[in-house]
Protein backbone atom coordinates (compact mmCIF):
# COMPACT_ATOMS: atom_id res chain seq x y z
CA UNK A 1 0.00 0.00 0.00
CA UNK A 2 1.35 3.52 -0.98
CA UNK A 3 2.19 5.09 2.45
CA UNK A 4 0.56 8.59 1.35
CA UNK A 5 -2.78 6.90 0.70
CA UNK A 6 -2.62 4.79 3.53
CA UNK A 7 -5.83 5.24 6.19
CA UNK A 8 -5.47 5.36 9.69
CA UNK A 9 -6.31 1.81 11.09
CA UNK A 10 -9.14 2.41 13.21
CA UNK A 11 -7.81 -0.09 15.85
CA UNK A 12 -5.55 3.23 16.53
CA UNK A 13 -8.36 5.24 17.76
CA UNK A 14 -9.78 5.55 20.92
CA UNK A 15 -13.13 4.45 19.93
CA UNK A 16 -15.62 4.17 16.63
CA UNK A 17 -17.12 7.73 16.17
CA UNK A 18 -20.36 7.76 14.69
CA UNK A 19 -20.76 10.33 11.34
CA UNK A 20 -23.70 12.25 10.76
CA UNK A 21 -23.34 14.12 7.75
CA UNK A 22 -24.67 17.60 7.87
CA UNK A 23 -25.28 16.74 11.21
CA UNK A 24 -28.90 15.68 10.54
CA UNK A 25 -30.79 14.50 13.28
CA UNK A 26 -27.80 15.19 15.99
CA UNK A 27 -28.62 16.88 19.20
CA UNK A 28 -26.13 19.34 19.68
CA UNK A 29 -28.19 21.44 22.57
CA UNK A 30 -31.35 22.18 25.06
CA UNK A 31 -33.02 25.58 23.95
CA UNK A 32 -35.94 26.83 25.15
CA UNK A 33 -36.72 29.54 22.50
CA UNK A 34 -38.06 27.98 19.03
CA UNK A 35 -39.08 24.16 18.32
CA UNK A 36 -39.65 22.76 14.56
CA UNK A 37 -41.92 19.72 14.91
CA UNK A 38 -41.03 18.73 10.70
CA UNK A 39 -43.29 15.86 10.82
CA UNK A 40 -46.76 17.47 11.75
CA UNK A 41 -46.01 20.87 10.55
CA UNK A 42 -45.70 22.82 13.89
CA UNK A 43 -43.36 25.98 14.93
CA UNK A 44 -42.96 27.33 18.20
CA UNK A 45 -41.60 30.17 19.14
CA UNK A 46 -41.19 29.67 23.43
CA UNK A 47 -44.67 27.60 23.41
CA UNK A 48 -46.70 29.84 21.13
CA UNK A 49 -47.72 28.85 17.62
CA UNK A 50 -46.04 30.58 14.82
CA UNK A 51 -50.15 30.87 13.41
CA UNK A 52 -51.00 32.55 16.36
CA UNK A 53 -48.22 35.01 16.62
CA UNK A 54 -48.43 36.09 12.37
CA UNK A 55 -52.49 36.56 13.27
CA UNK A 56 -52.34 38.38 17.11
CA UNK A 57 -48.46 39.45 17.40
CA UNK A 58 -46.53 42.54 16.21
CA UNK A 59 -42.72 41.80 15.03
CA UNK A 60 -42.05 44.54 18.15
CA UNK A 61 -44.06 41.54 20.27
CA UNK A 62 -42.66 38.53 18.29
CA UNK A 63 -39.13 39.74 18.84
CA UNK A 64 -39.57 40.50 22.63
CA UNK A 65 -40.53 37.00 23.03
CA UNK A 66 -37.64 35.57 21.51
CA UNK A 67 -35.40 37.53 23.98
CA UNK A 68 -37.53 36.46 27.15
CA UNK A 69 -39.06 34.08 28.67
CA UNK A 70 -42.60 35.07 27.80
CA UNK A 71 -44.71 37.92 26.02
CA UNK A 72 -44.20 41.36 27.62
CA UNK A 73 -47.45 43.31 29.24
CA UNK A 74 -48.39 46.21 28.12
CA UNK A 75 -45.72 48.67 29.58
CA UNK A 76 -42.64 45.96 28.87
CA UNK A 77 -43.93 46.25 24.96
CA UNK A 78 -44.11 50.17 25.29
CA UNK A 79 -40.62 49.74 26.64
CA UNK A 80 -39.47 48.07 24.07
CA UNK A 81 -40.81 49.68 21.21
CA UNK A 82 -39.41 53.08 22.12
CA UNK A 83 -36.10 51.50 22.91
CA UNK A 84 -35.68 49.95 19.38
CA UNK A 85 -37.54 53.13 17.35
CA UNK A 86 -34.59 55.08 19.78
CA UNK A 87 -32.02 52.77 18.18
CA UNK A 88 -32.42 53.27 14.32
CA UNK A 89 -30.46 55.82 12.81
CA UNK A 90 -27.56 54.18 11.73
CA UNK A 91 -24.05 56.00 12.92
CA UNK A 92 -22.89 58.29 10.17
CA UNK A 93 -19.38 57.30 10.26
CA UNK A 94 -21.00 53.35 8.99
CA UNK A 95 -23.18 55.39 5.65
CA UNK A 96 -19.86 57.24 5.13
CA UNK A 97 -18.13 53.67 5.05
CA UNK A 98 -21.82 52.50 2.53
CA UNK A 99 -21.11 55.15 0.00
CA UNK A 100 -17.37 54.35 -0.75
CA UNK A 101 -18.22 50.67 -1.36
CA UNK A 102 -18.34 49.20 -4.78
CA UNK A 103 -22.17 50.27 -5.28
CA UNK A 104 -22.33 46.15 -7.96
CA UNK A 105 -21.46 44.64 -4.35
CA UNK A 106 -23.79 41.94 -3.40
CA UNK A 107 -26.34 43.57 -0.67
CA UNK A 108 -25.61 40.53 1.45
CA UNK A 109 -22.16 40.99 1.55
CA UNK A 110 -22.48 44.68 2.07
CA UNK A 111 -24.47 43.64 5.23
CA UNK A 112 -22.00 41.20 6.39
CA UNK A 113 -19.35 44.03 6.36
CA UNK A 114 -21.49 46.65 7.75
CA UNK A 115 -22.49 44.18 11.10
CA UNK A 116 -18.40 44.65 12.52
CA UNK A 117 -18.94 48.52 12.09
CA UNK A 118 -22.16 48.24 14.06
CA UNK A 119 -20.31 46.66 16.36
CA UNK A 120 -17.56 49.42 16.58
CA UNK A 121 -20.71 51.92 17.61
CA UNK A 122 -21.62 49.97 20.56
CA UNK A 123 -21.21 51.57 23.35
CA UNK A 124 -21.64 48.24 25.71
CA UNK A 125 -19.94 45.94 23.14
CA UNK A 126 -17.22 44.96 25.97
CA UNK A 127 -20.02 44.06 28.45
CA UNK A 128 -21.14 41.02 28.83
CA UNK A 129 -24.08 40.87 30.95
CA UNK A 130 -27.44 39.29 29.78
CA UNK A 131 -28.83 43.01 30.04
CA UNK A 132 -26.19 44.83 28.25
CA UNK A 133 -26.54 42.12 25.60
CA UNK A 134 -30.06 42.44 25.24
CA UNK A 135 -29.73 46.22 24.65
CA UNK A 136 -27.20 45.11 21.65
CA UNK A 137 -29.56 42.68 20.26
CA UNK A 138 -31.98 45.81 20.88
CA UNK A 139 -30.16 48.35 18.55
CA UNK A 140 -29.07 45.12 16.00
CA UNK A 141 -32.70 44.07 15.38
CA UNK A 142 -33.45 48.38 15.46
CA UNK A 143 -30.47 49.29 13.12
CA UNK A 144 -30.35 46.40 10.29
CA UNK A 145 -33.59 47.35 8.49
CA UNK A 146 -31.84 50.90 8.35
CA UNK A 147 -28.49 49.54 6.93
CA UNK A 148 -30.62 47.37 4.55
CA UNK A 149 -32.58 50.22 2.94
CA UNK A 150 -29.35 52.77 3.03
CA UNK A 151 -27.40 50.30 0.91
CA UNK A 152 -30.46 50.02 -1.30
CA UNK A 153 -30.31 53.53 -1.98
CA UNK A 154 -27.06 54.30 -1.70
CA UNK A 155 -25.80 51.86 -4.27
CA UNK A 156 -28.91 53.49 -6.72
CA UNK A 157 -26.96 56.98 -6.04
CA UNK A 158 -29.62 58.41 -3.50
CA UNK A 159 -29.49 59.71 0.00
CA UNK A 160 -29.86 56.81 2.69
CA UNK A 161 -33.33 58.64 4.56
CA UNK A 162 -33.33 59.08 8.49
CA UNK A 163 -35.49 56.63 10.35
CA UNK A 164 -38.72 57.97 11.53
CA UNK A 165 -39.63 57.06 15.17
CA UNK A 166 -43.08 57.85 14.75
CA UNK A 167 -43.21 54.28 12.42
CA UNK A 168 -43.66 50.73 13.58
CA UNK A 169 -40.60 48.70 12.48
CA UNK A 170 -41.96 47.40 9.15
CA UNK A 171 -43.29 50.95 8.31
CA UNK A 172 -39.95 52.56 9.24
CA UNK A 173 -38.35 49.90 6.85
CA UNK A 174 -40.39 50.52 3.84
CA UNK A 175 -40.32 54.31 4.32
CA UNK A 176 -36.85 54.49 4.75
CA UNK A 177 -36.23 52.16 1.56
CA UNK A 178 -38.72 54.21 -0.61
CA UNK A 179 -39.13 57.46 1.10
CA UNK A 180 -43.16 57.00 0.46
CA UNK A 181 -45.51 56.82 3.26
CA UNK A 182 -46.05 52.68 3.31
CA UNK A 183 -49.32 51.49 2.40
CA UNK A 184 -51.21 49.96 5.63
CA UNK A 185 -51.96 46.49 4.21
CA UNK A 186 -48.31 46.48 2.55
CA UNK A 187 -46.83 47.35 6.42
CA UNK A 188 -49.00 44.99 8.22
CA UNK A 189 -48.09 42.16 5.39
CA UNK A 190 -44.73 42.66 6.15
CA UNK A 191 -44.33 42.43 10.05
CA UNK A 192 -46.18 39.46 9.32
CA UNK A 193 -43.54 37.79 6.84
CA UNK A 194 -41.11 39.20 9.67
CA UNK A 195 -42.51 37.07 12.53
CA UNK A 196 -42.53 34.05 10.62
CA UNK A 197 -38.95 34.60 9.30
CA UNK A 198 -38.00 35.83 12.69
CA UNK A 199 -36.52 32.35 14.83
CA UNK A 200 -36.53 29.12 13.06
CA UNK A 201 -34.27 26.64 15.94
CA UNK A 202 -30.84 25.34 14.74
CA UNK A 203 -31.37 26.20 11.24
CA UNK A 204 -27.74 26.91 9.56
CA UNK A 205 -27.17 30.42 10.15
CA UNK A 206 -28.58 30.41 13.93
CA UNK A 207 -26.03 27.12 14.75
CA UNK A 208 -23.52 29.17 12.91
CA UNK A 209 -24.23 32.49 15.56
CA UNK A 210 -23.76 30.14 18.34
CA UNK A 211 -20.82 28.55 17.34
CA UNK A 212 -19.15 31.60 17.03
CA UNK A 213 -20.26 32.86 20.33
CA UNK A 214 -19.91 29.49 22.24
CA UNK A 215 -15.85 31.25 21.65
CA UNK A 216 -17.31 33.78 24.22
CA UNK A 217 -16.61 36.01 21.27
CA UNK A 218 -19.53 38.87 21.11
CA UNK A 219 -22.28 39.11 19.74
CA UNK A 220 -21.66 41.07 16.45
CA UNK A 221 -19.27 38.47 15.50
CA UNK A 222 -21.22 36.15 15.73
CA UNK A 223 -24.21 37.84 13.74
CA UNK A 224 -21.54 38.75 11.34
CA UNK A 225 -21.34 34.80 10.25
CA UNK A 226 -25.08 34.66 10.65
CA UNK A 227 -25.50 36.82 7.62
CA UNK A 228 -22.97 34.72 5.87
CA UNK A 229 -24.60 31.08 6.51
CA UNK A 230 -27.53 32.63 5.95
CA UNK A 231 -26.85 34.23 2.31
CA UNK A 232 -26.32 30.75 0.36
CA UNK A 233 -28.70 29.72 -1.95
CA UNK A 234 -29.77 26.59 0.20
CA UNK A 235 -30.73 28.69 3.06
CA UNK A 236 -31.88 32.56 3.20
CA UNK A 237 -30.60 33.00 -0.43
CA UNK A 238 -33.16 30.89 -1.98
CA UNK A 239 -36.07 33.31 -1.87
CA UNK A 240 -34.01 35.57 -4.26
CA UNK A 241 -33.59 31.95 -5.99
CA UNK A 242 -37.22 31.50 -6.53
CA UNK A 243 -37.79 34.89 -8.34
CA UNK A 244 -34.89 34.63 -10.26
CA UNK A 245 -36.96 31.43 -11.81
CA UNK A 246 -40.24 33.06 -11.93
CA UNK A 247 -38.60 35.83 -14.16
CA UNK A 248 -36.66 33.28 -16.17
CA UNK A 249 -39.45 31.24 -16.97
CA UNK A 250 -42.22 34.35 -17.29
CA UNK A 251 -42.57 33.68 -21.10
CA UNK A 252 -42.68 29.56 -20.82
CA UNK A 253 -45.84 28.12 -22.58
CA UNK A 254 -45.96 24.89 -20.43
CA UNK A 255 -44.90 25.49 -16.81
CA UNK A 256 -45.42 21.88 -16.00
CA UNK A 257 -43.40 20.54 -19.07
CA UNK A 258 -40.55 22.72 -17.68
CA UNK A 259 -40.33 21.62 -14.07
CA UNK A 260 -40.42 18.33 -15.65
CA UNK A 261 -37.19 18.85 -17.69
CA UNK A 262 -36.19 20.82 -15.06
CA UNK A 263 -36.28 17.41 -12.26
CA UNK A 264 -35.16 15.18 -15.26
CA UNK A 265 -31.82 17.06 -15.25
CA UNK A 266 -31.19 16.80 -12.13
CA UNK A 267 -31.95 20.33 -11.21
CA UNK A 268 -33.45 21.35 -8.22
CA UNK A 269 -36.81 23.92 -7.66
CA UNK A 270 -36.23 26.16 -5.75
CA UNK A 271 -38.14 26.98 -2.52
CA UNK A 272 -38.94 23.47 -2.46
CA UNK A 273 -37.82 21.24 -0.07
CA UNK A 274 -36.83 21.46 3.95
CA UNK A 275 -34.22 19.69 5.86
CA UNK A 276 -36.81 19.45 8.69
CA UNK A 277 -40.27 19.49 7.81
CA UNK A 278 -41.03 16.54 5.89
CA UNK A 279 -44.83 17.98 5.52
CA UNK A 280 -46.36 20.98 4.43
CA UNK A 281 -44.00 24.36 6.15
CA UNK A 282 -46.67 26.28 8.14
CA UNK A 283 -45.05 29.57 7.39
CA UNK A 284 -44.89 28.92 3.78
CA UNK A 285 -49.40 28.67 3.95
CA UNK A 286 -49.40 32.18 5.26
CA UNK A 287 -47.61 33.22 2.34
CA UNK A 288 -49.35 31.70 -0.34
CA UNK A 289 -52.80 33.64 1.06
CA UNK A 290 -50.58 36.49 1.25
CA UNK A 291 -49.13 36.24 -2.38
CA UNK A 292 -52.53 35.74 -3.69
CA UNK A 293 -54.51 38.97 -1.69
CA UNK A 294 -51.09 41.22 -2.55
CA UNK A 295 -51.41 40.07 -6.35
CA UNK A 296 -55.03 40.71 -6.91
CA UNK A 297 -54.63 43.91 -5.17
CA UNK A 298 -51.98 45.17 -7.34
CA UNK A 299 -53.05 43.98 -10.40
CA UNK A 300 -49.82 41.53 -10.89
CA UNK A 301 -51.45 37.85 -10.38
CA UNK A 302 -49.18 36.70 -12.47
CA UNK A 303 -46.42 35.15 -9.84
CA UNK A 304 -48.79 33.53 -7.79
CA UNK A 305 -50.65 31.80 -10.87
CA UNK A 306 -47.03 30.43 -11.66
CA UNK A 307 -45.89 29.79 -8.32
CA UNK A 308 -49.35 27.37 -8.23
CA UNK A 309 -48.64 25.86 -11.50
CA UNK A 310 -45.00 25.40 -10.71
CA UNK A 311 -45.92 23.58 -7.61
CA UNK A 312 -48.68 21.33 -8.42
CA UNK A 313 -46.76 19.74 -11.34
CA UNK A 314 -43.51 19.39 -9.56
CA UNK A 315 -45.59 18.03 -6.40
CA UNK A 316 -47.04 15.16 -9.18
CA UNK A 317 -43.42 14.34 -9.99
CA UNK A 318 -42.16 14.36 -6.73
CA UNK A 319 -45.33 12.07 -6.24
CA UNK A 320 -43.95 9.73 -9.03
CA UNK A 321 -40.18 9.83 -7.58
CA UNK A 322 -41.60 8.51 -4.18
CA UNK A 323 -40.09 12.08 -3.10
CA UNK A 324 -43.76 12.84 -1.55
CA UNK A 325 -42.32 14.89 1.71
CA UNK A 326 -40.43 17.89 -0.61
CA UNK A 327 -43.31 20.79 -0.52
CA UNK A 328 -42.47 24.24 -0.66
CA UNK A 329 -41.32 26.23 1.92
CA UNK A 330 -40.94 29.72 3.45
CA UNK A 331 -38.88 31.04 0.73
CA UNK A 332 -41.37 29.57 -2.51
CA UNK A 333 -44.32 31.86 -1.57
CA UNK A 334 -42.49 34.95 0.31
CA UNK A 335 -40.46 35.98 -3.38
CA UNK A 336 -43.86 37.06 -4.96
CA UNK A 337 -44.87 38.74 -1.62
CA UNK A 338 -41.34 40.27 -1.55
CA UNK A 339 -41.65 41.60 -4.88
CA UNK A 340 -44.81 42.87 -4.81
CA UNK A 341 -43.80 44.96 -1.61
CA UNK A 342 -41.37 46.48 -4.19
CA UNK A 343 -38.30 45.03 -2.69
CA UNK A 344 -35.95 43.58 -5.42
CA UNK A 345 -34.78 40.11 -5.33
CA UNK A 346 -31.07 40.77 -4.45
CA UNK A 347 -32.92 42.48 -1.20
CA UNK A 348 -35.06 39.83 -0.43
CA UNK A 349 -32.63 37.68 1.88
CA UNK A 350 -31.60 40.77 3.49
CA UNK A 351 -34.87 41.02 4.60
CA UNK A 352 -34.69 38.17 5.58
CA UNK A 353 -32.00 38.80 7.85
CA UNK A 354 -33.96 41.56 9.14
CA UNK A 355 -36.27 39.40 10.77
CA UNK A 356 -33.98 36.49 11.54
CA UNK A 357 -31.96 38.47 13.69
CA UNK A 358 -34.28 38.68 16.55
CA UNK A 359 -33.84 34.58 16.78
CA UNK A 360 -30.01 35.01 16.23
CA UNK A 361 -29.44 37.79 19.47
CA UNK A 362 -31.80 35.28 21.48
CA UNK A 363 -30.31 31.73 20.58
CA UNK A 364 -26.76 33.93 20.95
CA UNK A 365 -27.68 35.00 24.14
CA UNK A 366 -29.20 31.27 25.44
CA UNK A 367 -25.51 30.15 24.23
CA UNK A 368 -23.08 32.75 25.88
CA UNK A 369 -25.26 32.75 29.31
CA UNK A 370 -25.43 28.61 29.04
CA UNK A 371 -29.59 29.43 29.75
CA UNK A 372 -31.10 26.25 28.56
CA UNK A 373 -28.59 23.81 29.45
CA UNK A 374 -27.11 25.41 32.71
CA UNK A 375 -23.54 26.51 31.22
CA UNK A 376 -22.12 27.30 28.08
CA UNK A 377 -19.82 25.17 26.36
CA UNK A 378 -17.87 25.45 23.07
CA UNK A 379 -18.45 23.48 19.99
CA UNK A 380 -16.13 21.35 18.95
CA UNK A 381 -17.07 18.18 16.63
CA UNK A 382 -14.46 15.57 15.68
CA UNK A 383 -14.07 14.63 12.41
CA UNK A 384 -12.74 11.47 10.50
CA UNK A 385 -9.26 12.26 8.99
CA UNK A 386 -9.31 10.73 5.29
CA UNK A 387 -5.39 12.10 3.98
CA UNK A 388 -2.68 11.20 3.94
CA UNK A 389 -0.81 8.79 6.06
CA UNK A 390 2.38 7.10 7.26
CA UNK A 391 1.65 5.60 10.75
CA UNK A 392 1.98 7.57 13.69
CA UNK A 393 5.71 8.01 13.07
CA UNK A 394 4.20 10.54 10.15
CA UNK A 395 5.74 10.55 6.30
CA UNK A 396 9.21 11.10 5.89
CA UNK A 397 9.90 15.28 5.59
CA UNK A 398 12.07 15.47 1.71
CA UNK A 399 13.88 18.29 1.19
CA UNK A 400 12.11 20.71 -2.23
CA UNK A 401 14.91 18.70 -4.27
CA UNK A 402 14.17 15.31 -3.40
CA UNK A 403 10.08 15.46 -3.97
CA UNK A 404 8.83 13.65 -7.07
CA UNK A 405 7.01 15.67 -9.36
CA UNK A 406 2.76 15.31 -9.05
CA UNK A 407 2.45 16.35 -12.97
C1 LIG B 1 -33.51 22.58 1.63
C2 LIG B 1 -32.79 21.33 1.13
C3 LIG B 1 -31.29 21.59 1.07
C4 LIG B 1 -33.07 20.23 2.15
O1 LIG B 1 -32.72 19.08 1.59
P1 LIG B 1 -32.34 17.73 2.37
O2 LIG B 1 -33.33 17.36 3.36
O3 LIG B 1 -30.93 17.81 2.78
O4 LIG B 1 -32.50 16.79 1.25
P2 LIG B 1 -31.53 16.62 0.02
O5 LIG B 1 -31.04 17.90 -0.54
O6 LIG B 1 -30.51 15.61 0.42
O7 LIG B 1 -32.57 15.99 -0.97
C5 LIG B 1 -33.13 14.71 -0.85
C6 LIG B 1 -33.59 14.29 -2.21
O8 LIG B 1 -34.68 15.15 -2.59
C7 LIG B 1 -34.34 15.92 -3.73
N1 LIG B 1 -34.75 17.30 -3.53
C8 LIG B 1 -34.76 18.00 -2.36
N2 LIG B 1 -35.20 19.25 -2.57
C9 LIG B 1 -35.49 19.31 -3.89
C10 LIG B 1 -35.96 20.35 -4.72
N3 LIG B 1 -36.22 21.56 -4.23
N4 LIG B 1 -36.14 20.09 -6.02
C11 LIG B 1 -35.86 18.88 -6.54
N5 LIG B 1 -35.40 17.87 -5.81
C12 LIG B 1 -35.21 18.09 -4.49
C13 LIG B 1 -32.81 15.87 -3.82
O9 LIG B 1 -32.35 16.07 -5.13
C14 LIG B 1 -32.51 14.50 -3.27
O10 LIG B 1 -32.73 13.56 -4.28
P3 LIG B 1 -31.84 12.20 -4.38
O11 LIG B 1 -32.10 11.49 -3.07
O12 LIG B 1 -32.39 11.53 -5.56
O13 LIG B 1 -30.43 12.68 -4.51
C15 LIG B 1 -33.30 20.92 -0.27
O14 LIG B 1 -34.66 20.57 -0.21
C16 LIG B 1 -33.08 22.01 -1.30
O15 LIG B 1 -31.97 22.14 -1.82
N6 LIG B 1 -34.13 22.80 -1.61
C17 LIG B 1 -33.99 23.90 -2.55
C18 LIG B 1 -33.35 25.11 -1.87
C19 LIG B 1 -34.27 25.77 -0.88
O16 LIG B 1 -35.43 26.03 -1.18
N7 LIG B 1 -33.73 26.10 0.30
C20 LIG B 1 -34.45 26.80 1.32
C21 LIG B 1 -34.73 25.94 2.51
S1 LIG B 1 -35.79 26.72 3.65
Not at 188 to 197: F, G, R, V
Not at 242 to 248: I, S
Not at 260 to 272: D, T
Amino acid sequence: MNAKTQRRDTTEKAEEKTKNIGLRGVTVADTKISDVDGENGILIYRGYRIEDLAKNSAFEETAYLLLHDDLPTDEQLKDFKQRLAKARQVPTFILNALKTWPHGANPMDALQASVPLLAMADPELEVETREANVAKATRLISRIPGVVAAWQRIRHDQEPIPADERLSHAENFLWQLTGKKPDAEIAMDLDIALILHADHSFNASTFACREVVSTQAHMYAAVAAGVGALSGSLHGGANAEVMKMLQDVQNEKDLAEWVRSQLGSGKKIMGMGHAVYKTNDPRAQFLKEMGGRLGRKLGQEQWHRMLREIEAAALAEFEKRGKTTIKPNVDFYSAPVYHLMGIPGDLMTPVFAIARIAGWTAHIIEEKFGEAQGKPALYRPSSEYIGNYCGRTGCVYKPKEERASTK
